[in-house]
């Protein structure tokens, strides 16, 4: 298995600029995440699908941010538009979700896309 | 409002010795934890968990303890090798958020010198 994929690795882009981040979990899971790391805050969880569908988004910084998740092997994140303090690396995990009546903790996490703005 | 914290942010240890990491939470509804390893430009990986029912799981030379009334666990591995330098998150779920949110530590960088 091929794991999490998210493109792409790195980003630097200007203020004010729309940047797009990707993710494609792992086949069969049915829960993504997408995740913020930074040296002040740390891991935050920013939202997550179950089955496609937004669950919880309450860690979403501002408007600025939204997040999709078309179908079961795509997700983005978009923030428009960029500021200098979005800076941070932005991973997308995946996990199995309920497995007959039980749900599977276990996220498994991408490479991370290490987003710079100007 | 940090709910879960790991207070050593390094922690030096000398190659076949024992590494403890720690961490601590505050909320009395978590009940399932986990901890997570992550090398440099790498997603973290899965390690080890413990549900709240336990006090202690073992995975060869990774041990995670739970001590509920002090809202505290932590992880034990014997021997250190090189290899086990990375930092490493501790993470909690929710009794309520089965299968969904994870509440992760600022994390802890363990270096195990030869």
């Known amino acids: 298995d091929a794991g999490v994929i998210q493109s792409p690795r790195h980003e630097v882009t200007e203020m004010g600029q729309e940047v797009t981040l990707r993710c494609k979990p792992i086949?069969?899971?049915?829960?993504l995440f997408w995740y913020r790391q930074t040296m002040m805050r740390g891991l935050e969880l920013l939202i997550y699908?179950?089955?496609?569908?937004?669950?919880?988004d309450s860690g979403m910084p501002e408007d600025r941010f939204s997040a999709k998740m078309p179908n079961a092997s795509f997700s983005t994140l978009k923030i428009q538009p960029s500021e200098p303090r979005d800076s941070a690396v932005y991973f997308c995990?995946?996990?199995?979700?309920?497995?007959?009546?039980?749900?599977?903790?276990?996220?498994?996490f991408g490479p991370g896309t290490r987003l710079l703005v100007l | 409002d940090q709910q879960v914290k790991q207070n050593s942010p390094s922690l030096s240890v000398q190659e076949g010795r024992i590494s403890i990491l720690n961490c601590d939470y505050t909320?009395?509804?978590?009940?399932?934890f986990l901890w997570y390893k992550k090398y440099p430009a790498e997603g973290p990986t899965f390690l080890i968990s413990?549900?709240?029912?336990?006090d202690k799981n073992e995975d060869g030379r990774f041990t995670v303890f739970l001590n509920k009334s002090a809202k505290h666990l932590s992880l034990h591995i014997v021997p250190s090798q090189p290899g086990d330098s990375a930092v490493y998150f501790c993470?909690?779920?929710?009794?309520?958020?089965?299968?969904?949110?994870?509440?992760f530590g600022q994390g802890t960088e363990l270096s195990v010198k030869p």
């Open positions: 995990a995946s996990s199995l979700g309920r497995v007959t009546g039980r749900f599977q903790e276990t996220q498994y």
């Open positions: 086949s069969g899971h049915n829960s």
């Open positions: 699908f179950n089955n496609n569908v937004p669950i919880d």
């Open positions: 909320n009395s509804m978590f009940d399932y």
């Open positions: 413990i549900s709240s029912i336990k």
């Open positions: 993470a909690a779920r929710g009794i309520y958020n089965q299968g969904g949110k994870l509440i």
